[in-house]
C-alpha cells in the first residue's frame, strides 16, 4: 500500500472534502445568518463562541478531549475532577452569572462532580436560607470552599418523597439535630457529587420533635473534613459504580448513623425551630414563588435536548454527504444522503433539532415573563408553565433522544464508532433526561395530563394564548395537496388533535364503569394526550419564531434580517416536521378521529416528498447552523473539513490497545501482552483437539 | 444507623424477597412447564441448562462476571481473550456442534476475538475450500492452530461489494498472489478478531489475472507469526478503538502493502487459476446452493433478538415486583407492576419477547426444512428462506431492542445503573444487530419489499402457506369487543394490512411520473410494508406454535402435555401481543386503509386493558420461563431472590473508586487520590474567589 495524502481524485478519500465544499456552495442563504437564527440572536450566538472558546483555547488544554473516548471510568473520573477546578476558575474569574454558567457546563461535554452543586446545592443554599445563615454559608459556597450536594432521593425511594425516611430528630438537651438513616434502603442515593466529593449535603428528611413529626425539611450536613476531607464521624459515603454515562460524576450513596448537626442547620427561610423545640413557619408566601425555580431545570432540559439534537444532526448529515455508496453507473458513487430512506430519517432529525430549538427559546422567553411578573407578585402564570414544562420535557428529551440515536445509526457500521463523536453522548444526558427532574411517562400521564385536563374544564380561559387551542373547533380543510403547506392548517390540525384527545380524557375520566381496565385506558390516553398537546406546542413555537423573524422587529431582537431564501427554508423545515415527525407518525389519531382522510394522508405523503427534495439542497446549511467547531463535537466522522475516512485512521490508531509502554496493549514486538498463555495456547497446538469421538457420541445429552 | 439484616417488617428491603415468593405462588401455571415451552422443548431447555453449568462451573471461574462491569476496556479486552480460550477448549473437550457453540458462545455473555472465526472463518474454509486445502487446512483451523477473520468490508465500502477495491493481482512469475490495499480507505475494516489475535485472513478481493478483472474472490492470507504471532511483513492491522459494545472484540483496520500468498490460496472450491493464469470455475450447482447458509446467520439473529428480549423482560419485571412507590393508604405502597403505564410498557416486552421467541423456533425449522431439500437438490425454498429472512432480522432486532431499552427504562432511576444488569447488554447485539447483516434500513427497503413483490406479482402460488395471505380477500369482522380475542380474526386483520401495504407497493412502482418523489414515497412505503409482513409472519408463527401446543404430538415432540391454563396465558399473551405491539402502535395502517373503524379501535383498547389485568397475575411466570439463572443475568435488581436493595448496595462496594490500594480511587484515608490538587484547591480556599465585578461590568461581552 502506498499511504499517499495526493492520491490520486478516484479514491474515497479524495473526494471527501470536495464533496462538503460542493455541498457548502449550493445552499442559497447565508449559514452565519441561519446561526444567529440557531442560537436565538447574534448576540447569544458570539456569546456561545466566546464561552466555548474559554474551553477550546485554555492554556492547560484541560478540556481538550482528543484522548477521552479511550479513558476506563477511573481515569475519566480522574481527568472530571481537573475539568471541574479548571470550570470553577472560570467561572469565578469571569464572574459568570446562571445562564453562562449553565452553558459552559453544557460545553465542558461532560458531567463533573460540581453540577448539582451548581443547579441545587448553590441555588437551595441562596434561596432558603435565613439572612443569618446567608451571610455566613453564601460566601462560601459561591467560592467553591464549600462543595454542596443536595440528597434527596434514597434507593427505595424516589418519586414518592413523603416515603423517605431519613429523620432529623431534635436533641434539645445537646441543641442539635440527629441525622439518621434508619436502614440500608433508605440510604440518599443518586446523590451527584456526594460518592468523592462534596463537603456538604443538603438532606431532605423527615422533621421529628418531641416525638411530633412535621413532614420534610432540609437541613444542611457537613460531610467531610474541611481539612482532610475525610468523611466525618458517622457519615458513609461512596461512589454508586457504572452507570449508563457520566462516568466521571461520582452519583453517591450516603448514610448517616447518628450524626448531630446544629440546630441552626435547619434551613431558616421559610421556617424556625427555636432552642425548646418550637416550631414556626415563615415566609410562606415567598415559598410559594420559589415553586417557578423548578420549572427553570426543565426549561434548561428542553434547551439541552434540543443541543444535542443538532449535535448529532450535524454529524450525521455531514457523513451522509462525504460517504458514498451504492450503484456508480459509470460516475461516483452516490451520496448517503441522496438515499430517500436516508433523507427521511435526517430530515426529521434536522427539522425537530430545529423544531426543539424554538421551543426551548420560546420557553425561556415564557419563563422570563414568569419571573417578572413574580417580582411584582403575580404567580398566576405559575400553573401554566408548569404544565407546560412537565409536557415539553417530556416530550422534547424524548424527541431529542431518538434524534441522536437516529442520527447516529444512519452512519451505518461506522455509527458504532466511537469515531462518530455520538456514542458517548448518545448515552450522556440525553438518555439521562427521560428520568431525571419526573420521569418522562410519569410526567405525560400525571401533571401533563392533569394540566391540559384542568385548564380544558376550567370556567376561565387560560392565560396564555397557547392553549386557545382546547376551545377552538376542530377543523382541516385541506382541499388540495399543496395546502399541506400552509401554516394556519398545520396549526389547526394539530391543535384539533390534541384538543380531541383531551376532551376525550375528560369524558374517560368522569366515567366510573369498570375501574380496573378504565386506569389503563386512562393511562394509555393520557400520554397520548399530552404527547399530542406537546406536538401542538412545539408547532406553536416554531410559528411564533418565524413571525418575529419575518416582523420588522426581526433586526432588533435577532441580529440580523433574515433573507427570504433562509426564512423558506426554515418553513419548509417547519412543515417536514410537522409532515413526518407529528402528522404521518401518529397518523392513527388524526384519521381515528375522523381530522383527516386516506387522500389527505396520501397528500401528506406527496408534499413531504416533495419537501425533501428542496430540503436536500439546503441541509448542509442548515444542519451546520448550529455552530458547532470541530474541537466540541470531537467527531473525526463529522468534522468540517470532511476528510472522515483519514481522521478516522489516524483516532484508531490512540486506541491503548495499539500501544506499547506501560498502559497499552502490546509488547515491544506489538504483540498482544499475555497472548501467548492465552490464545497462544491454541495456536502452539495447546490445546484440547476437537474431540469428534465426543461429537459423535454426545450429540446429544 | 443499624445495619441489620433482620430489619422490621416495615422496611423495604425487608418485603422483598417476600414480594416475589408472594407473586410466584399466585401463578396457575407450571412455570418448570412454560420454561420448556420457551426453550422449544424440554431437551432444548435441559441442554441449555448444561451448556451454561459449563460456564457458571468451571474450575477456574474464567466466566465469572462480577467484576466485569467495572473493568475498562483494556482489561474487558485482557479479560476476553483469557475467556476465549477457555471456551474453545470447552467446546473441543465436548465436540461440539454447531448449534451448541453458537449457544454456548452467546452464553459468554461477551463478543469473544473468535467470534468471526467460528461463525465465519471456519465455515467459510469447509465450505469453499478444495478437497486439497480442506485436508491441509481443516484440522489447523477446527483445533485453533489457525484463527481465522473474515476481511471483507472496507473503510470506505460496506454494503457495496462492488466498490470494494483490495486487489489481488496473480504474479506468474512467483506464481503468487499479490494482496494490495491501494489506499488507506480500502483498507479492511471492522473484521472481528484481526486486530490483534487471528492468525489467518480470508480476504475478498478483486481478482486480476494478466490485466484482466476477474470480480471479487476469498484468498486464505496469513497475518501473524505462527510462533511469535507478530505481524508479518506487509500485513498491517490494529484494533479500531472503542464502540458501542463488544469490548472484548478486536474488531480490527488491515492493511496489505503488496503481500505475496501462493497461487494456491484462492479458496478453490468454486474457482481454479492454474500457474499460467487461466481461470475456471468449478462446482456452480454447488455454490447457488451456499446461499442458505447466508441466511442461517439471519435466524440466529432473530433467536438472539428473542433471547436478549426476554432477558431484560425478566429483569424488569421481577424489578417492578419488588420495587414499591407512591401512595400507601395505609398499607405497602403499591407495587410499580400495579402502574397501568408499567403494565403497558412491560406486558408488551413480555408478550414481544414470547413472539420473537416463537418466531425464531418457526424460522429454525422453516431453515431445516431448506436444508434437507438442499441436500436432495431442491432450491425452490431458498428465496423463499432469503425473503422471510429479510424480513424478520430486521423486524425481530428493531422490536428485539425496543424491548430491552423500554424494560431498562421501566426500572426507573436504577435502570441507569450497571447493577440493573441491562446498561452493558443493551449496547452490545441488541444495538448491533440493527445493522450488521444488513442495515435494518436496507433490508426493510430493499430485499424484503423486492421479496414481498415479486411473490405478489408472481403467477405461482407460493411455497409456503405463511404467503397466502397476499391473495387472500381483506377482511376483519369484528363486531363485538370480545371478538379482538378471536386467533383467526387477529391473523387475517394482520395479513390484510399487510397485503393491502404490498399491492399498493407493487401499484407504486409500476407508477413513472415525478420519479423524484416517487423514490421517497417507494422507501416510506417499502418499510411500512416489509414491517406490516413481519407483525404477521411473527402472529402466524406464534399460533402455529399454540396450534402444536394444543395437539396430540405436543408431549412428543415439546416433552409436557400443556396445561389449559398455561394456553390460556400463551393466548392471552398473543392477543396482548396483535393488539399492543401491531394494532395499536400502528394503528394509522388499519385506519387509514379501511380496515378498521374508530369504534373497533375503541374495542381493541378495552381489550387490552382487561388482557393486562389478567397478565398481571401470570406476569412473574411468564417471564421467568426464559429460564435465566443469576450467575447468567448478573443483574443485583434482577435477581431471582428479590432482594434487589441489599444486591445493589453489596455490588456498589465493588467499584474501584470506593476501593483503596493500587488501582482505587481512594488513598489510605479513604480520600479520592488527586483530591487536594485538584478540587482541594477550590476548598482550601486557593481558587480564585467569585469575581463580582467581572459580573458585574462584563454581564454581555
Known amino acids: 500500500m502506498t499511504a499517499n495524502s495526493n492520491a490520486p481524485a478516484s479514491t474515497p478519500e479524495s473526494r471527501q472534502a470536495g464533496d462538503l465544499?460542493?455541498?457548502?456552495?449550493?445552499?442559497?442563504?447565508?449559514?452565519?445568518?441561519?446561526?444567529?437564527?440557531?442560537?436565538?440572536?447574534?448576540?447569544?450566538?458570539?456569546?456561545?463562541?466566546?464561552?466555548?472558546?474559554?474551553?477550546?483555547?485554555?492554556?492547560?488544554?484541560?478540556?481538550?478531549?482528543?484522548?477521552?473516548?479511550?479513558?476506563?471510568?477511573?481515569?475519566?473520573?480522574?481527568?472530571?475532577?481537573?475539568?471541574?477546578?479548571?470550570?470553577?476558575?472560570?467561572?469565578?474569574?469571569?464572574?459568570?452569572?446562571?445562564?453562562?454558567?449553565?452553558?459552559?457546563?453544557?460545553?465542558?461535554?461532560?458531567?463533573?462532580?460540581?453540577?448539582?452543586?451548581?443547579?441545587?446545592?448553590?441555588?437551595?443554599?441562596?434561596?432558603?436560607?435565613?439572612?443569618?445563615?446567608?451571610?455566613?454559608?453564601?460566601?462560601?459556597?459561591?467560592?467553591?470552599?464549600?462543595?454542596?450536594?443536595?440528597?434527596?432521593?434514597?434507593?427505595?425511594?424516589?418519586?414518592?418523597?413523603?416515603?423517605?425516611?431519613?429523620?432529623?430528630?431534635?436533641?434539645?438537651?445537646?441543641?442539635?439535630?440527629?441525622?439518621?438513616?434508619?436502614?440500608?434502603?433508605?440510604?440518599?442515593?443518586?446523590?451527584?457529587?456526594?460518592?468523592?466529593?462534596?463537603?456538604?449535603?443538603?438532606?431532605?428528611?423527615?422533621?421529628?420533635?418531641?416525638?411530633?413529626?412535621?413532614?420534610?425539611?432540609?437541613?444542611?450536613?457537613?460531610?467531610?473534613?474541611?481539612?482532610?476531607?475525610?468523611?466525618?464521624?458517622?457519615?458513609?459515603?461512596?461512589?454508586?459504580?457504572?452507570?449508563?454515562?457520566?462516568?466521571?460524576?461520582?452519583?453517591?450513596?450516603?448514610?448517616?448513623?447518628?450524626?448531630?448537626?446544629?440546630?441552626?442547620?435547619?434551613?431558616?427561610?421559610?421556617?424556625?425551630?427555636?432552642?425548646?423545640?418550637?416550631?414556626?413557619?415563615?415566609?410562606?408566601?415567598?415559598?410559594?414563588?420559589?415553586?417557578g425555580a423548578m420549572t427553570l431545570v426543565r426549561v434548561g432540559l428542553i434547551e439541552i435536548a434540543a443541543h444535542h439534537a443538532a449535535r448529532a444532526t450535524l454529524v450525521a448529515t455531514r457523513y451522509s454527504l462525504v460517504r458514498r455508496q451504492g450503484s456508480s453507473k459509470g460516475g461516483a458513487e452516490p451520496q448517503i444522503l441522496d438515499y430517500s430512506s436516508v433523507q427521511q430519517r435526517l430530515f426529521t432529525c434536522l427539522s425537530t433539532s430545529w423544531a426543539l430549538n424554538f421551543v426551548g427559546q420560546h420557553m425561556r422567553s415564557i419563563y422570563n415573563d414568569l419571573q417578572s411578573a413574580l417580582q411584582k407578585g403575580d404567580a398566576?402564570?405559575?400553573?401554566?408553565?408548569?404544565?407546560?414544562?412537565?409536557?415539553?420535557?417530556?416530550?422534547?428529551?424524548?424527541?431529542?433522544?431518538?434524534?441522536?440515536?437516529?442520527?447516529?445509526?444512519?452512519?451505518?457500521?461506522?455509527?458504532?464508532?466511537?469515531?462518530?463523536?455520538?456514542?458517548?453522548?448518545?448515552?450522556?444526558?440525553?438518555?439521562?433526561?427521560?428520568?431525571?427532574?419526573?420521569?418522562?411517562?410519569?410526567?405525560?400521564?400525571?401533571?401533563?395530563?392533569?394540566?391540559?385536563?384542568?385548564?380544558?374544564d376550567s370556567d376561565k380561559r387560560p392565560v396564555r394564548r397557547e392553549l386557545d387551542f382546547l376551545f377552538d373547533k376542530p377543523r382541516f380543510d385541506v382541499t388540495k395537496p399543496h395546502e399541506w403547506l400552509d401554516e394556519e392548517r398545520q396549526l389547526y390540525l394539530l391543535g384539533s388533535r390534541a384538543a380531541k384527545l383531551v376532551r376525550d380524557l375528560s369524558a374517560l375520566r368522569r366515567e366510573a364503569k369498570d375501574a380496573a381496565t378504565l386506569a389503563y385506558l386512562e393511562s394509555a390516553l393520557s400520554s397520548r394526550a399530552s404527547r399530542a398537546a406537546g406536538s401542538y406546542l412545539i408547532l406553536y413555537a416554531f410559528n411564533a419564531r418565524l413571525s418575529l423573524l419575518r416582523s420588522a422587529s426581526a433586526e432588533s431582537i435577532v441580529g440580523i434580517k433574515p433573507a427570504a431564501e433562509l426564512l423558506r427554508a426554515l418553513e419548509d423545515l417547519r412543515s417536514f416536521y410537522v409532515l413526518e415527525a407529528c402528522v404521518l407518525r401518529d397518523v392513527g389519531d388524526f384519521v381515528e378521529s375522523g381530522l383527516l382522510e386516506a387522500e389527505q394522508v396520501s397528500w401528506a405523503r406527496q408534499t413531504a416528498a416533495h419537501l425533501a427534495l428542496r430540503l436536500r439542497k439546503q441541509a448542509i446549511g442548515l444542519a451546520e447552523a448550529a455552530d458547532m467547531d470541530d474541537w466540541y463535537l470531537g467527531s473525526p466522522l463529522g468534522h468540517s473539513d470532511g476528510r472522515a475516512y483519514e481522521r478516522m485512521i489516524d483516532w484508531m490508531r490512540l486506541e491503548p490497545l495499539n500501544q506499547q509502554g506501560l498502559s497499552g496493549g502490546r509488547d515491544e514486538d506489538g504483540v498482544l501482552k499475555g497472548f501467548r498463555q492465552a490464545m497462544g495456547r491454541l495456536t502452539h497446538g495447546e490445546a484440547q483437539h476437537f474431540n469428534g469421538e465426543a461429537a459423535a457420541r454426545d450429540s446429544r445429552l
Chains 1, 2 share one sequence.
Open 21 to 291: 465544499q460542493n455541498e457548502r456552495s449550493q445552499i442559497t442563504f447565508s449559514t452565519d445568518d441561519a446561526s444567529c437564527v440557531f442560537a436565538g440572536s447574534r448576540e447569544a450566538r458570539d456569546r456561545n463562541r466566546w464561552l466555548l472558546s474559554l474551553l477550546r483555547d485554555h492554556p492547560d488544554k484541560v478540556f481538550d478531549k482528543d484522548s477521552r473516548p479511550f479513558l476506563g471510568r477511573t481515569e475519566r473520573f480522574l481527568r472530571g475532577q481537573k475539568v471541574a477546578q479548571a470550570y470553577y476558575e472560570l467561572r469565578n474569574k469571569h464572574g459568570l452569572q446562571k445562564e453562562d454558567r449553565d452553558r459552559l457546563r453544557l460545553l465542558l461535554d461532560e458531567y463533573i462532580p460540581l453540577q448539582v452543586h451548581e443547579s441545587m446545592g448553590q441555588p437551595t443554599i441562596e434561596s432558603q436560607s435565613s439572612p443569618e445563615q446567608l451571610q455566613e454559608w453564601g460566601p462560601k459556597v459561591s467560592s467553591g470552599r464549600w462543595l454542596v450536594c443536595y440528597a434527596q432521593t434514597e434507593l427505595a425511594h424516589g418519586s414518592n418523597l413523603s416515603g423517605l425516611r431519613t429523620t432529623a430528630t431534635l436533641d434539645t438537651g445537646s441543641d442539635t439535630w440527629i441525622i439518621d438513616t434508619p436502614e440500608p434502603s433508605a440510604g440518599k442515593c443518586w446523590i451527584g457529587g456526594s460518592g468523592m466529593t462534596t463537603t456538604h449535603a443538603i438532606v431532605m428528611a423527615q422533621m421529628s420533635i418531641n416525638n411530633k413529626s412535621f413532614g420534610m425539611h432540609p437541613f444542611l450536613v457537613p460531610m467531610r473534613d474541611p481539612e482532610t476531607h475525610k468523611l466525618l464521624p458517622g457519615v458513609f459515603a461512596m461512589d454508586m459504580g457504572p452507570k449508563v454515562g457520566a462516568p466521571a460524576m461520582d452519583n453517591g450513596y450516603i448514610t448517616f448513623d447518628h450524626v448531630s448537626i446544629p440546630r441552626q442547620n435547619l434551613m431558616g427561610k421559610f421556617q424556625h425551630v427555636d432552642k425548646d423545640g418550637k416550631y414556626e413557619t415563615r415566609n410562606q408566601a415567598a415559598k410559594a414563588l420559589t415553586r
Open 380 to 456: 398566576s402564570l405559575l400553573g401554566t408553565v408548569h404544565g407546560f414544562t412537565s409536557i415539553l420535557k417530556a416530550c422534547a428529551t424524548f424527541q431529542g433522544l431518538d434524534v441522536v440515536e437516529t442520527a447516529r445509526r444512519s452512519m451505518g457500521g461506522h455509527g458504532y464508532s466511537a469515531a462518530s463523536g455520538l456514542t458517548d453522548l448518545e448515552r450522556n444526558q440525553p438518555t439521562a433526561g427521560l428520568t431525571y427532574e419526573g420521569d418522562n411517562h410519569m410526567l405525560l400521564c400525571g401533571p401533563a395530563a392533569n394540566f391540559l385536563v384542568k385548564t380544558l
